[in-house]
Structure formats: structure tokens, C-alpha cells
């Protein structure tokens, strides 16, 4: 019991945000804006990095800004360039090897399913709208790939959705980190962002163990 419980506050940390870029910063000093962009890229690039906090991380990294920590403008490159790379590596590796991991990995092909309806849903445009639905994001340019979506159509889509997410995010941090209250309650803000940002898949989960026990 004690083992999980160490478990348990281990994995509160490390997906902590706030944590991360801290950890980064003494790492790596001025160089933390690679980190940032790895992270970034693996989130949104790879599919074992579906659990990295992407949208809180950058809300974290804008209030971190807004407080001289970090260089506002430095994050607006390093992350978008992440997300866009990350995105056209997902979409790649779709292309190319997609079909075979999914009948490889069950649980792999269970999120692409997922990611698929959400694509027949919204067409094309998920590419951009992917972007702020946590998981479905890591997954969505996977499917484009399999789906055979072409390129010139994903690339294009993939930069708007790229530079939006990265944009809106964090300036929603920059412009509200500032604020008396956001920076006394910083702590909890954190967490309050990490739960939204976990919210859809949740209530994503809910609705499927609905469906299932109608249907059943």
C-alpha cells in the first residue's frame, strides 16, 4: 500500500506541469525551451506520449512568462515548431506503418478507433480541432496517415492547428498570469488546469460505459 501511495505522488509530480518546466529549468538552464519542445513533440508525435500534460504545460510556461521566468517568444517557437513536427511525424509513421502497429497493439487500435470516429465526425477539420481534445490529438494525424489523407491538405491544416493551440494557450497563461490572484493561487490553478485538461477524455469514458450498458 505504501509502494502505490509513493507511486501515486511520483506520478502527481512528474505530470505536474509546473514541476516539469522547474525540473527542466535546473536541468537544462537556458536550453529548457528544448525540453519544452520535446515534450511537445512527444505528446503530440508519439503515441506513448498521450499522457504528457500538453495544454496545461503551455498555459504553465505562459504564466511562468508573464512572471520573467521565460521568454514569451521563445515559447512561441519552440512549441509550435514541436507541435507541427510532432503532427507530421504521427502523420508519417500512420502512413507507413499505421495499419500493422493497430493490429499489432489491441489497446493501440482502441485509441485509433476512438480518434477515428471523432474524424468521420468532423472531417478534415479535425486536424485543427484534434488539437484541443487531449489523447485524441496524439492519435488524430495517426489516422489521417492510415486514412491516406493527402499531404498537401494535412500540412496545411496541421500549421493552423499547430500555431493556434500553441498561441491561445499560451497567452491564456501570459495575459492571466499576471493577475494578483492567479499568481497567490498558483498551485491550485495548476491543478485546476491539468483537470480540465483531462476532462473530455472522462466524460469521453463515461459516454462509451453508457453506450455499452444500453446496448448490452
Known amino acids: 500500500m505504501e509502494s502505490l501511495t ?9 505530470l505536474n506541469p509546473k514541476f516539469l518546466i522547474d525540473y527542466m529549468l535546473n536541468l537544462l538552464g537556458v536550453y529548457v525551451y528544448l525540453g519544452l519542445w520535446f515534450v511537445v513533440f ?6 506513448v506520449g498521450f499522457f504528457l500534460p500538453g495544454d496545461s504545460l503551455l498555459v504553465t510556461a505562459g504564466i511562468l512568462a508573464a512572471a520573467g521566468q521565460l521568454d514569451i517568444a521563445w515559447l512561441l517557437v519552440f512549441p509550435t515548431l514541436a507541435a507541427i513536427a510532432g503532427d507530421q511525424t504521427g502523420y508519417a509513421i500512420g502512413r507507413t506503418a499505421g495499419a500493422a502497429l493497430a493490429d499489432r497493439y489491441p489497446k493501440f487500435r482502441k485509441q485509433l478507433d476512438r480518434a477515428h470516429a471523432f474524424y468521420e465526425q468532423h472531417g478534415t477539420k479535425t486536424i485543427v480541432i484534434a488539437r484541443f481534445v487531449p489523447i485524441i490529438r496524439t492519435f488524430a494525424p495517426f489516422v489521417a496517415g492510415i486514412g491516406t489523407m493527402s499531404y498537401r491538405r494535412f500540412a496545411a491544416y496541421n ?11 499560451l497567452f491564456a497563461g501570459y495575459f492571466f498570469g499576471g493577475l494578483p490572484m492567479i499568481r497567490s493561487n498558483f498551485t491550485l490553478v495548476i491543478f485546476a488546469i491539468i483537470f480540465l485538461s483531462i476532462l473530455p ?9 453508457l453506450k455499452k450498458r444500453v446496448q448490452s
Do not use: N, Q, S, Y
Request: aromatic residues 8%; negative net charge; glycine residues 8%.
Open 6 to 14: 509513493e507511486l501515486f505522488h511520483t506520478l502527481r509530480e512528474v
Open 42 to 47: 512527444a505528446e503530440t508525435g508519439l503515441a
Open 159 to 169: 500549421v493552423v492547428g499547430g500555431v493556434l493551440w500553441v498561441t491561445l494557450f
Open 201 to 209: 477524455p472522462i466524460i469521453e469514458l463515461i459516454r462509451d460505459r
